[in-house]
């Protein structure tokens, strides 16, 4: 079975700088490259996510979570080594990012629809998606009544008609009650049933064990790869 997405020998680095200064200043520092020297924030990284994975990456705030979701969008290019993709990618980085606060629940789905790539030929009827968010709201309700929960819920229903195969997720649970939550891993787990994959940076210990089968661990200052929660918990001691 064929990756996904694969990361072969990743590095990436930022620059650092050996003094604070002011913008112009700085901008102009910015092209001697003696002033300033790189931080190394992922040593190599190697993994695949196939289909039907569902990986959670785990470490610490500044430990480089979003960066491997920055690498894997092509938001960033990694200094050394390859990410390969091979399918729709479909970063939602925070469910709130596709709607507008100016907009009705109806005019938001169809907007929601078209950045998370829904085929036109699959065009949502807004009563099927607000049925199956499981919330309780009229379709032409103001976006903005509605609270971060049920927003998330919302976006979390059309992500299962977009035509791109691989979910990018970072801390998506923040601002969730338990219902919420629950909704949205249903949802990650009927998008990974259906052939998707997805990474999911979370510093939610339940919800990686709820839904990811495989992990990316920050252990000894680099991530490393377990095809289980019992070898990460049992190689990099984490506790859950």
């Known amino acids: 079975m064929s990756a996904l997405l694969q990361f072969d020998s990743v590095v990436k680095s930022f ?47 500044g430990s480089g979570k979003s960066t491997i979701l920055r690498l894997a969008a092509g938001i960033y290019a990694p200094d050394e080594g390859a990410v390969n993709i091979t399918a729709g990618v479909m970063p939602f980085m925070s469910p709130n990012a596709y709607f507008s606060a100016e907009l009705d629940v109806k005019e938001n789905i169809d907007l929601c629809s078209a950045l998370m790539r829904v085929p036109v030929n699959l065009a949502i009827a807004a009563a099927d998606v607000i049925k199956s968010s499981g919330i309780d709201v009229e379709a032409d309700t103001q976006i903005r009544l509605l609270s971060p929960g049920m927003r998330a819920r919302l976006a979390f229903s059309i992500v299962q008609h977009s035509a791109a195969e691989i979910l990018l997720l970072d801390e998506f649970e923040r601002s969730l009650d338990l219902q919420a939550k629950r909704h949205c891993c249903e949802q990650i787990k009927r998008f990974s049933q259906k052939g998707g994959g997805c990474l999911v940076a979370s510093h939610d210990l339940e919800i990686i064990r709820e839904i990811c089968t495989k992990l990316l661990v920050y252990h000894e200052g680099n991530f490393k790869a377990f095809d289980s929660l019992e070898r990460a918990i049992s190689e990099a001691g984490l506790e859950v």
Request: proline share 11%.
């Open 15 to 61: 620059p650092t700088w050996w003094k604070r200064e002011r913008f112009v200043a700085w901008a102009l520092a910015r092209l001697r490259p003696s002033k300033h020297e790189s931080k190394q924030v992922l040593q190599p990284l190697s993994f695949a996510l196939g289909p039907g994975d569902i990986i959670g990456i785990v470490g610490p705030n």
